[in-house]
């Protein structure tokens, strides 16, 4: 067929700047809209996006899967679950791993499965969210908290060393933001204090010494001196809640390491029989034909994953790397932005880590708690949605009842009072990136 030279030119110019073209017409059609929005606004605000902190990042895959779950017949506990939980196992370098509802489900669990209650000592961080907290408290042990280091996230090791009684049993450190703790101080700590243990049963007899349970909800993906988050820590806890980096709406995973003298089947059973009323049948099994007979050893608790959750994680954990990929990339971004501004900022990849990077922590020098809030509503403003992580939690009414008082955690309330959460999801585009940090330069201009 013979072409006319005008179309075989177009073609070629097409073939050769084609691209470049589309991107200069998308970027003129923004800045239209923009002007647009600018003159019906009568010449306010160039620009203004709505940005959410944490939206999910949900595709056709997620969607198949459930669609899937849902035609199969089986919603609740099944095929899917166990299948997300071998591929984390594997994506964690693990022999095995449980799915619950949630990453605080398994932290408690994981403090039942190790006969820890009344009379026993956990001790985890003063930063960080209720839930690495509470669980202690749902298995009637007694907390005891420790002050973050000056100007970090991570507990004080010193001070956890000093906090270290004959009734410790647990340590949980938190992988805040996604970045993990330095596990060979925790390590060192339980090993210099080994002499103090008293164990109070089989499963702490194997271990013989303090054991270190991760609450790593943020931390899924992490690597420390070239391991995975997950094969580091003795138990190490992820949460899949709906503002994670991988999510099921609502969900968690618990992963340990080899402990000699456990049969890890063994291990998962108990996780079962903990997770699902003490019954010796998961609803599974008891509907196989004829195979109705089943007995309840415990009166134990209810918090297992059901089958819709386990398709998305499924589907969630084949996108992971890419979406890790793009977590890296802005808070490269970020952190390129954010240069040569008066403030500290997370050290999210090095020679020998990489965060998930689940969260962007920004803190800005010199400004006091009242300014910070009006920082974040000058965002709210402009459309972006912040965040502070966290508020310490001696300053929660819940553990001021305990007894726990700030003035006695002054690092973790030096990091509170001027911490800015940036929102951090790979539904940002870069245009979004840029907005958001020339939004924030221009809101600490006041200061
Ligand atoms: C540090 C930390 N630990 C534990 C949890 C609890 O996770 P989940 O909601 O899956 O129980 C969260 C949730 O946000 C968290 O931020």
Same mark, same amino acid.
């Given at each position: ?5 005008? *179309? ?29 929005? $600018? ?89 960080? $969210? ?11 042990? @007694? ?9 970090? $996230? ?21 992988? *805040? ?20 243990? @008293? ?89 196989? *034909? ?32 890419? *979406? ?72 929660? @009414?819940? $553990? ?20 800015? @959460? ?26």
């Amino acid at each position: 067929m013979k072409i006319h030279p005008l *179309l075989k030119e177009a073609r070629l110019f097409f073939k050769r700047d084609g691209f470049f073209v589309i991107y200069i017409l998308r970027y003129i059609d923004n800045y239209l809209l923009s002007f647009i929005v $600018y003159i019906l606004r009568g010449g306010k605000n160039m620009e203004n996006r709505l940005i959410p902190f944490s939206p999910p990042d949900m595709s056709d895959e997620e969607i198949n899967e459930v669609i899937d779950t849902l035609k199969s017949g089986w919603i609740t506990t099944g095929p899917k679950v166990k299948e997300f939980e071998r591929n984390i196992a594997e994506y964690c370098h693990t022999s095995k791993a449980v799915c619950l509802n949630s990453a605080t489900a398994c932290m408690e669990m994981t403090l039942r499965l190790l006969g820890i209650g009344p009379g026993d000592e956990v001790i985890t961080s003063a930063y960080t $969210y209720t839930a690495s907290c509470s669980v202690i408290c749902h298995v009637g042990a @007694t907390p005891v908290l420790v002050d973050v280091k000056k100007d970090t $996230y991570e507990m004080d090791y010193e001070q956890l060393s000093k906090k270290i009684t004959s009734r410790t049993k647990v340590i949980i450190p938190v992988d *805040l933001a996604g970045i993990m703790c330095d596990y060979d101080a925790i390590y060192q700590i339980v090993e210099d204090k080994k002499a103090l243990f @008293t164990p109070n049963n089989e499963m702490q007899e194997a271990f013989n010494r303090i054991i270190v349970m991760a609450d790593s909800a943020h931390a899924f993906g992490a690597s420390w001196h070239g391991k995975k988050c997950g094969e580091v820590a003795d138990f190490t806890s992820f949460s899949f809640h709906a503002v994670k980096n991988l999510t099921t709406a609502e969900g968690g995973a618990v992963v340990w390491k080899d402990i000699p003298g456990f049969n890890n089947e063994w291990i998962y059973k108990q996780y079962q029989l903990l997770s699902l009323h003490g019954q010796t049948k998961d609803a599974l099994n008891k509907t196989k *034909l004829g195979s109705w007979e089943y007995d309840i050893v415990s009166p134990a608790y209810k918090c297992n994953m059901t089958d819709i959750m386990g398709g998305i994680g499924l589907a969630q954990l084949r996108r992971y790397p890419k *979406l890790l990929a793009r977590r890296k990339e802005i808070i490269q971004m970020y952190d390129k932005g954010l240069s040569g501004l008066n403030v500290k900022l997370l050290d999210h990849y090095g020679e020998d880590h990489q965060s998930s990077g689940h969260l962007y922590f920004v803190r800005i020098n010199g400004i006091t708690l009242e300014q910070r809030n009006e920082i974040i509503e000058k965002m709210a403003e402009r459309g972006i949605a912040c965040n502070v992580h966290y508020k310490p939690l001696p300053m929660l @009414t819940a $553990y001021k009842n305990l007894g726990f008082d700030i003035k006695d955690y002054p690092n973790a309330y030096g990091q509170f009072v001027n911490e800015i @959460t940036l929102p951090l999801h790979t539904k940002l585009s870069d245009e979004d990136i840029q907005y958001i940090i020339s939004s924030l330069k221009d809101a600490l201009s006041c200061y």
